[in-house]
């Protein structure tokens, strides 16, 4: 035993207390460092810069939904029809994705009720391989309109996603019909198809269900988009304007209802809730 740890093992030191290594958050946006907790506490936006952050589809339950809430079922789907394999086998990262993820795929229903309004909510997490839609979310979206209609009630959905599935090939982007026509079924049953857009919502999700609800929301600064703004520049070969993509902008002309901040989203879903289907109001 050497002299140092002899002396260390004689003087009254207190053990080195363990700290979480997720105390703090860096916002994205200004840079500002959030402590953790107060972040969360905000509904994950930046009290310095607003900058609306990803929320994980829990939190998002928890944030829209009244106590009581029920979370149905993800139907189960062929896995990995194509066998595909770039560096990694597709099945691989479908386990590493769950590892890190309460749910079994980027879209996740509950039936309980905004602000008393009864409703089937639907949470896209980008966080589980960029929100993409794939077989899994396709039939997903399909239970989640027919649980809707079966009780009644409108359809609410949170978008985030980062497009197609690419390891699923054409059979993700049939999804994009498939969402389409479990739309077309709400409507006829007269139910209400609202969707709440958060960042980002791009590519085939895009150009599907999330332009087909009858009241569109965005929240501040949302991505939101089909093509990425330098694969357009690049093809009609202009300087885009600026904020283009932004929900602020998709606003001011016209392919956006209203932009919402998170705090006033609860509140504002319930009142569009009660405009469209005054009845189902408790």
């Not at 769950?98 to 896209?124: C, E, F, K, M």
Request: aromatic share 8%; charged share 20%.
């Amino acid at each position: 035993m050497s002299w140092l740890t002899r002396v260390r093992n004689a003087l009254p030191f207190t053990p080195k207390r363990d700290t979480p290594d997720n105390l703090w958050i860096k916002c994205p946006a200004c840079s500002e460092m959030l402590f953790t907790k107060d972040y969360e506490a905000n509904l994950f936006v930046c009290p310095h810069c607003e900058h609306h952050g990803r929320v994980k589809t829990d939190d998002r339950f928890a944030q829209l939904l009244d106590p009581g809430y029920t979370v149905l079922p993800t139907p189960k789907v062929k896995e990995d029809p194509l066998k595909f394999r770039d560096s990694k086998k597709y099945v691989d990262r479908l386990k590493a994705a769950r590892a890190g993820n309460p749910h079994p795929d980027s879209l996740t229903n509950a039936q309980g009720a905004i602000a008393g309004h009864a409703v089937v909510l639907g949470v896209q997490d980008f966080a589980f391989l960029g929100g993409s839609m794939g077989m899994g979310l396709g039939a997903t979206f399909v239970a989640g309109a027919e649980a809707a209609i079966k009780a009644k009630v409108p359809y609410v959905i949170c978008t985030a996603s980062g497009g197609a599935r690419m390891q699923e090939g054409i059979l993700s982007l049939m999804q994009m019909p498939k969402a389409t026509v479990a739309i077309s079924r709400l409507k006829r049953a007269g139910l209400p198809y609202v969707v709440v857009l958060t960042d980002p919502t791009t590519g085939g999700v895009t150009a599907s269900y999330a332009m087909l609800g009858d009241i569109h929301i965005a929240e501040p600064g949302a991505l939101i988009g089909f093509a990425g703004q330098r694969v357009i520049q690049d093809t009609i070969r202009e300087k885009l304007p600026e904020g283009f993509q932004r929900a602020e902008y998709l606003k001011d002309h016209g392919m956006v209802d209203m932009v919402v901040h998170r705090r006033d989203l609860k509140a504002t879903l319930a009142q569009v809730l009660d405009y469209l289907q005054p009845s189902k109001a408790a």
